[in-house]
């Protein structure tokens, strides 16, 4: 069973930076996508960024240039950099896993992956 722990959300000021991390209970990471979405106040859910397991990052328009992804495999950890911050990216923030796409591992596959872990609140005022 593949359980995800995120960590590092809180609240920020606006043009201020966070870093999310996730942590797989096991090796899962090697040849995973993984990746981060987030889900707003009334709103859907929306995938940010993913990295496949050659470390080829994909993002939303909206955070490219802002927001880094990036894996540990060795640590069984993925991250997301997030910076220059705007209260838009307000919402909870979720790891994701697919252990088996090995295509396609783009930011808006995200929200499909079978594995998710519970969240970490962002907050930008």
């Known amino acids: 069973h593949v359980q995800l722990v995120e960590s590092g959300g809180g609240s920020v000021q606006a043009g201020g930076s966070l870093r999310l991390s996730c942590r797989a209970n096991?090796?899962?990471?090697?040849?995973?996508?993984v990746g981060w979405l987030r889900q707003a106040s009334g709103k859907e859910r929306e995938g940010v960024a993913a990295?496949?397991?050659?470390?080829?990052?994909s993002y939303i328009d909206s955070v490219k240039g802002r927001f880094t992804v990036s894996r540990d495999n060795g640590n069984n950890t993925v991250n997301l950099m997030m910076n220059s911050l705007n209260p838009e990216d307000t919402a909870m923030y979720y790891c994701?896993?697919?252990?088996?796409?090995?295509?396609?591992?783009?930011?808006?596959?995200?929200?499909?992956?079978?594995?998710r872990g519970r969240g970490t609140q962002v907050t930008v005022s």
């Open positions: 096991r090796t899962i990471y090697h040849d995973a996508c």
């Open positions: 994701a896993a697919d252990l088996f796409r090995v295509t396609a591992c783009g930011a808006g596959y995200v929200p499909d992956f079978p594995y």
């Open positions: 990295i496949d397991k050659d470390g080829i990052a």
